[in-house]
């Protein structure tokens, strides 16, 4: 498949063999309900696990180069077996996988790689095939990618076909407590599996980062109360923004309209206005 929206898109897809080439200006697979998951929710919520959705992948060589999500399960995504390569998004609004419910690798063979940043995410504890997530330095499209274990045997090489800064890697050889090397373009980096799965993503961002890159995201300074939390009792602000504990801005002097007096709301005291009886 050479151009297309949405690759290959259902309820749930099962890929058990064969060779299968997708280019998407969205998402790559797509398991979703609906004529267009990615666009109509139906009210639904959008983070919910929606029931009967699933991508499962056992067998194949699977390539997709995908403009949205690469791999993207409104439901479950599991990978027991074949050959999987995500050329994932340039845009920090998708990652080359996604999912709603839960994800697992358990064999087979996963590149994803993507310009997502704090978007990407990795496979869940659910795994018995290690995981690797991990930032590079930002590559042109074409580098190649290679993993390799501390022996220096190649674990897994391929060039992704667009840039990328992101990428997740798992393969056979990945041990709990094995340390390997990745290595894209002039970059390289080593990790050690403490566990599976290395690197959790998605909006918490990979190695504690938050997605939004320490800051807010509401693109401005906070507000910051005096020491007490007390605002001033008339509730005006001085012009330099600034006031002492228990100050209040001087209110200057008021000058009454003729005939009136300076007394509290609604405090006519013996004599009642002339606009109108007062009964005490």
């Keep these: 498949m050479t151009e297309s929206y ?3 898109e259902g309820l749930s897809i099962d890929i058990t063999g064969g060779e299968i080439d997708v280019t998407a200006s969205d998402d790559g697979l797509n398991a979703a309900g609906g004529n267009d998951g990615s666009g109509a929710m139906g009210g639904r919520d959008a983070f919910a696990a929606e029931e009967g959705a699933y991508i499962a992948i056992s067998g194949g060589t699977i390539r997709v180069n995908a ?11 599991t990978v027991s077996g074949g050959q999987v390569y995500v050329s994932g998004p ?5 990652g080359a996988l996604d999912y709603n419910g839960s994800a697992s690798i358990t ?4 590149a994803a790689a993507s310009g997502a940043g704090g978007m990407e995410v990795n496979f869940g504890d659910g795994s018995t095939q290690g995981s690797i997530l991990v930032s590079v330095d930002q590559q042109e499209a074409g580098t190649t990618l290679t993993l390799t274990d501390a022996d220096g045997t190649v674990l897994l090489e391929w060039q992704p076909a667009k840039s990328y800064n992101t990428v997740v890697l798992s393969c056979p050889g990945l041990a709990d407590g094995g340390t390997y090397t990745i290595t894209a373009g002039d970059s390289t980096q080593t990790v050690t ?3 599976l799965i290395y690197g959790s993503g998605g909006m918490g ?3 504690g980062r938050s997605g939004m890159g320490g800051r807010s995201g509401m693109g401005g300074d906070a507000m910051t109360p005096p020491d007490d939390g007390a605002m001033p009792e008339d509730g005006a602000m001085p012009e330099d923004g600034t006031f002492q504990k228990g ?4 209110e200057g002097e008021r000058t009454l309209p ?3 007096t300076d007394q509290p709301p609604g405090d006519f005291g013996e004599t009642a206005p002339e606009s109108g009886t007062q009964t005490a």
């Design 107 to 110: 064999g087979g063979i996963l």
């Design 90 to 94: 340039t845009d920090a609004a998708n």
């Design 67 to 77: 403009g949205g999500d690469g791999l993207d399960s409104n439901g479950d995504l």
């Design 6 to 8: 949405e690759g290959i």
């Design 258 to 260: 003729e005939g009136m």
């Design 205 to 207: 961002g990979m190695g």
């Design 247 to 250: 100050q209040r801005p001087d």
């Design 193 to 195: 599996l403490d566990g």
